[in-house]
């Protein structure tokens, strides 16, 4: 029998109206910056920092040693008419280069606060006091150690977390740590960032232009209302973020506090239904009229469906992670070494102040504010991490590097400052060792105590705002299952088609312990069939065949005609004149429309979107990184049972 001619009719508050399957919903391929990617990018990062840092050492020791002062004390001058900004190659690396890693990191906290584990404000309260905490302990050891004395001025530089090294460490140390760890020592290094450069700001500059500092505050003024600019505001931003820097530069106050303060005020967001499909539209009227307009309409429509965050991010993480703070390293790591600077090193205060402050009083203060922070009596959430996890955390905080470099450049001068960076190298080398003592001692730890220790941290956020439903949901596995998988797809996506390869393999592997939840998210502005194909499954479930139709939908690979997908349904043994019915009726389109809801409200855009125990997969999808997140949500589920 021919099939019939099936069209879609939405209904509305205007009424009912008709429109074909190629009707447009959102359309995204993973386009948000996760934290995985930014930490992947800083492992690689540490590794070229590491390279620049070994470089510097040596030209600093080489027959050319006096090359390296000479290069970077040369001047460098930008002339605007009879106005000039002069600094030294060191300056220009230390203040200009550096504005931009401050900017990634207040990009990527920002991010946390938005749309990460931080927009949970009661969790930020931990690493906040923690940071406090594993700042003013190794401050207070530095100045036991130099009580009395000059060399007490550079107390600052016993401070602040090295980001690019810390994260790389905990790369390497614990190559499958808890996101939640790496969010922790990141929420941290932030923060003492933070206030180190307040400390800059505040204690080592010398004199202040007020008038200057007066016009950086209204720079910024206009910076934030640009946000409600209709048009134009990434080049007014560009303009007015560079005369902020300018500013703060006149003013003596050092500009890198301009990167991070613009950092922290920049928006994230995941992409919007209503921008994603003005995008899709832009681009398929550039297709069918391919202009130079258009084109740049097209352009500009994909790009302002990303945030400006993710944006900026996505441009200026790998060029601040393997150009700019290498060349900060070679720029400012080199000491020639001698042995008088290393004997008078081994009995320096500044030395030792700085190097046990970090081995020491880093791990002990993040420890001990964490602990206070989290007390029930001071009504403190319950802390995120085990206390053995958080000590851990604690070692690889004390790795110094980039901030502390920068503070002593300022605070001191000749060979004082060479013992000074002697203590700073001495605690990023050893620093790591303590770290990984830690851990080595955190996995002997029985079973039986690190289940409590986890069993007394915080509960996951879930991001999937409609809980799992066995009287609505598809379901295949145990009901009873600790780990629940689910995925929002569209049957006509290639991707979807492979991973059902993956999660076929995955429900095999773990038995009972896994079940899978199939939701609908159309993408029909994108896949022309795709409304038909799920609402075919759901004719299909009616008549008790759901999962025989989605495993015959997703192996067939592709849009599927309506011949086709009847000849789908014989094979089925569906019964052919309800199937048909039921679609002409447009039956189960409720049905497919609520999924689509509840995609839109866990702010799912693209397929496949998998979320496990409620929490957003983040990052790939295949076989390996599946299981890991399972298994982990697997220990979590016991441990909460236990």
């Not at 209904?11 to 074909?20: H, P, Y």
């Not at 300018?246 to 950092?263: K, Q, R, Y």
């Not at 080398?429 to 409590?452: C, E, K, Q």
């Not at 983040?618 to 016991?638: C, E, H």
Request: proline share 5%.
């Amino acid at each position: 029998m021919a099939e019939p001619e099936v069209t879609l009719t939405d209904s509305s508050a205007d009424g009912r109206r008709e429109e074909s399957y190629s009707g447009r919903t959102a359309w995204a391929r993973n386009l948000a910056a996760p934290v995985r990617d930014f930490l992947r990018t800083e492992t690689g990062g540490a590794a070229v920092l590491l390279a620049a840092t070994l470089a510097a050492l040596a030209w600093a020791n080489s027959p050319w040693s006096d090359s390296y002062q000479s290069v970077w004390t040369s001047k460098f001058s930008i002339r605007l008419g009879s106005h000039a900004l002069t600094a030294d190659l060191r300056h220009w690396v230390n203040e200009g280069l550096m504005t931009f890693f401050f900017l990634v990191v207040g990009l990527e906290a920002k991010r946390e606060f938005d749309v990460g584990d931080l927009r949970d404000r009661s969790r930020l309260a931990m690493p906040v006091v923690a940071a406090i905490g594993g700042m003013t302990v190794p401050v207070a050891i530095y100045l036991a150690f130099n009580a009395g004395s000059s060399s007490a001025h550079g107390w600052g530089a016993a401070m602040s977390t090295d980001t690019a090294f810390a994260l790389g460490a905990l790369a390497l140390l614990t190559p499958r740590a808890a996101t939640r760890l790496r969010v922790f020592l990141l929420t941290l290094a932030v923060v003492d960032d933070l206030v180190a450069l307040i400390v800059i700001a505040v204690v080592y500059t010398g004199s202040v232009s007020i008038a200057a500092v007066f016009v950086a505050i209204a720079l910024f003024a206009v910076l934030l209302a640009l946000r409600f600019a209709p048009a134009g505001r990434r080049q007014a931003s560009i303009l007015v973020g560079m005369a902020l820097w300018v500013a703060l530069f006149e003013s003596g106050i050092d500009p890198v506090i301009a990167g991070l303060a613009i950092g922290l005020v920049t928006a994230a967001y995941p992409p919007s239904r209503e921008d994603l499909e003005r995008a899709t539209a832009l681009t398929r009227s550039f297709r069918e009229q391919p202009t130079p307009e258009l084109a740049r309409s097209a352009q500009l429509g994909v790009l302002a469906a990303i945030s400006p965050n993710e944006r900026l991010q996505y441009t200026l993480h790998p060029w601040t992670s393997y150009v700019f703070v290498p060349l900060f390293a070679l720029a400012n790591a080199g000491i020639h070494f001698s042995g008088s600077l290393v004997e008078s090193a081994a009995s320096s205060s500044i030395t030792l102040g700085i190097l046990v402050g970090y081995l020491a009083g880093k791990p002990l203060g993040i420890l001990g504010a964490s602990w206070l922070a989290t007390r029930p009596a001071l009504h403190g959430p319950r802390p995120s991490l085990s206390w053995p996890v958080i000590a851990g955390g604690g070692a690889v905080a004390g790795i110094p590097f980039t901030v502390s470099l920068l503070i002593l450049s300022l605070a001191f001068h000749g060979e004082v400052l060479a013992r000074a960076k002697l203590g700073v190298l001495a605690a990023a080398v050893v620093a790591p060792l303590v770290a990984r003592a830690i851990f080595r001692a955190l996995n002997r730890m029985p079973t039986s105590v690190r289940t409590r220790q986890i069993g007394r941290t915080s509960e996951d956020i879930v991001d999937l705002y409609d809980d799992v439903d066995p009287e609505r949901d598809h379901i295949r596995g145990p009901h009873g299952a600790p780990v629940t998988l689910v995925e929002y797809g569209d049957f006509e996506c290639p991707y979807c088609g492979q991973a059902e390869t993956v999660i076929r393999d995955l429900l095999a592997s773990f038995g009972d312990d896994v079940r899978y939840v199939w939701r609908h998210l159309p993408l029909n502005d994108v896949h022309p069939s795709a409304q038909l194909m799920a609402e075919a499954v759901e004719a299909a479930h009616a008549q008790g065949r759901f999962w025989e139709m989605y495993d015959a939908l997703l192996l067939h690979e592709g849009s599927v005609t309506a011949p086709e997908l009847g000849n789908i349904a014989e094979r089925l043994g569906l019964d052919i004149e309800r199937f048909w019915a039921e679609l002409r009726r447009r039956e189960h389109a409720p049905r497919v429309a609520r999924d689509v809801a509840s995609a839109d409200a866990s702010d799912v855009s693209g397929t496949p979107t998998f979320f496990i125990n409620g929490r957003r997969h983040r990052g790939p999808y295949d076989i390996d990184s599946l299981t890991v997140a399972a298994r982990a949500a697997l220990r979590r589920a016991r441990v909460r049972t236990t």
